[in-house]
């Protein structure tokens, strides 16, 4: 069983910056590819960014695309989400996750995930 935790979420203003960290527990982090999905009230959850076990493959969403950058640390089992040109469009829980498949061209599906975190809120300010 993995556990994810998130943290760094906050009240920001349009046009700064946020850096999401997200924890894992397991000796195994290396071998989980990663992803950040995001939901905002009375919206479906959505993909935001995913990398694989190594870092060398990233996928974003269109809509975050040249804004964030996805990035990890295995051996503090850490996953980021550094977040720049904020909008307020971006508020949002967000919610780290992991999964165990190895890699796939699609790590934008939701149920291609494995484990979950609890999400952190993130809110932009106009």
């Known amino acids: 069983q993995v556990q994810l935790v998130e943290s760094g979420g906050a009240l920001v203003q349009a046009g700064g910056s946020l850096r999401l960290s997200c924890v894992a527990s397991g000796r195994t982090f290396r071998s989980y590819a990663m992803g950040w999905f995001r939901q905002a009230p009375g919206k479906e959850r959505e993909f935001v960014a995913a990398?694989?076990?190594?870092?060398?493959?990233?996928y974003y969403a269109d809509s975050v695309k040249g804004r964030f950058t996805i990035s990890r640390d295995n051996a503090k089992n850490t996953v980021y989400l550094q977040m720049n040109s904020l909008k307020p469009e971006d508020t949002a829980v967000y919610y780290c996750?992991?999964?165990?498949?190895?890699?796939?061209?699609?790590?934008?599906?939701?149920?291609?995930?494995?484990?979950w975190g609890q999400g952190t809120q993130v809110t932009v300010s106009s």
């Open positions: 996750a992991a999964s165990e498949r190895g890699w796939t061209n699609a790590p934008y599906e939701y149920a291609w995930y494995d484990y």
């Open positions: 990398i694989s076990w190594s870092g060398g493959s990233r």
